[in-house]
């Protein structure tokens, strides 16, 4: 079974860090681009950061840029979101999606268009 599995969420105080790992069974991601998307509560899900096949281009939403890094690595079938001086408005649920576009996530990208998708990582920012 194809699928996408995301794991490193949890409880960080504000200007903590964390970092999501996304990664894939049944298929390689080295054919896909890879966005991450978030849910807050109460908020529609939106993608957060994105990243392209070869993994040298990447694009952020404003409020991620400059603490957000995502990278990828093929060989081991697996891309991460590095997240750096966490904020209480960081507080969702996040999810890894892949398609075979690279969609830039300003504004987010139709949710249809992805074909796989994780089931999410819970990650809180609290103090």
């Known amino acids: 079974q194809s699928q996408l599995v995301e794991s490193g969420g949890g409880l960080v105080e504000p200007g903590g860090s964390l970092r999501l790992s996304c990664a894939a069974s049944?298929?390689?991601?080295?054919?896909?681009?890879i966005t991450w998307f978030r849910q807050a509560p109460g908020k529609e899900r939106a993608g957060v950061a994105s990243i392209d096949f070869s993994g040298r281009n990447v694009h952020y939403i404003d409020s991620v840029l400059g603490r957000f890094t995502i990278t990828r690595d093929n060989n081991k079938n697996t891309v991460d979101l590095q997240m750096n001086s966490l904020k209480p408005e960081d507080t969702a649920v996040y999810y890894c999606?892949?398609?075979?576009?690279?969609?830039?996530?300003?504004?987010?990208?139709?949710?249809?268009?992805?074909?796989?998708w994780g089931q999410g990582t819970q990650v809180t920012v609290s103090s």
């Open positions: 999606a892949a398609s075979r576009y690279f969609w830039a996530v300003r504004p987010s990208p139709p949710e249809n268009n992805f074909n796989y």
């Open positions: 049944g298929f390689t991601l080295d054919h896909y681009a």
